[in-house]
Each structure stands twice: as C-alpha cells, then as structure tokens.
C-alpha cells in the first residue's frame, strides 16, 4: 500500500488548512486510516484516525472542535481539516493506514502498517 500525503504549507494562525491522502490500496474500505504529525524533537502523535466505513472517529484531545477527518472510500482518500490553527500545530503531517482484521482503531504509531512520506504544516503566529 502506498501512501501520498497532499496539501501542506504555510499558514497564519487562526487560519484553517486542509491536507489529504491518497492511497493505492485497491481494498482502501479495509483499512482503519490515520493522521500523526511529529514536531521537531518531539514523539510521532497521533491526530485522528478513522474507522474502515467512517462510522467512527478518533481525535486527540488539543485538535477536538477544530478538527475533522473524513475518508472516501470511492476515491481511496483520507481528508484532515484543521480549522482556528495554532503556532503549536506545526509539524510534519504522516497519513498511515492499519489493516488490523477487527477494525479497531488505533493511537500508537505501532498499531499503523503503512506510511506515507508525510507533508509539512507551518502555522506562523
């Protein structure tokens, strides 16, 4: 599975970003799907995930309210968008995938089977 991460950049704080995923996967549906996102000298954390049908959603607690991910399974596409961004949000985004066999979904890196390259998010205060 491959995985190709668009739509970073540059943006002021308060604004609002949005970055997508696509994937090669011709079972995309099977797949839990995720964004992480690792600042410099910091651990890889994870930002939302999304269950294989989008029934349910995970975000870690500094995004809730402001942030939404979104997948279509039609276009093997994971969707982030953060709104009201904050300097703290800055860091490179990683979307990642997890075929676990029970479609739970997961908050450690290491529960995430595939990566892609990740995409750079700079909000500037």
């Known amino acids: 599975v491959q995985l190709v991460e668009s739509g970073g950049g540059l943006v002021q704080a308060g604004g609002s970003l949005s970055v997508s995923c696509a994937a090669s996967?011709?079972?995309?549906?099977?797949?839990?799907m995720a964004w992480f996102r690792q600042a410099p000298g910091k651990e890889r954390e994870v930002v939302a995930a999304?269950?294989?049908?989008?029934?349910?959603?995970y975000y870690v607690d500094s995004v809730k309210g402001r942030c939404t991910i979104s997948r279509d399974n039609a276009k093997n596409t994971v969707y982030l968008q953060i709104n009201n961004l904050k300097p703290e949000d800055t860091a490179v985004y990683y979307c990642?995938?997890?075929?676990?066999?029970?479609?739970?979904?997961?908050?450690?890196?290491?529960?995430?089977?595939?990566w892609g390259q990740g995409t750079q998010v700079t909000v500037s205060s």
């Open positions: 990642a995938a997890d075929s676990n066999a029970f479609g739970q979904i997961g908050v450690r890196a290491s529960d995430y089977d595939y």
């Open positions: 999304i269950s294989r049908y989008g029934a349910r959603t």
């Open positions: 996967a011709v079972t995309f549906s099977s797949f839990v």
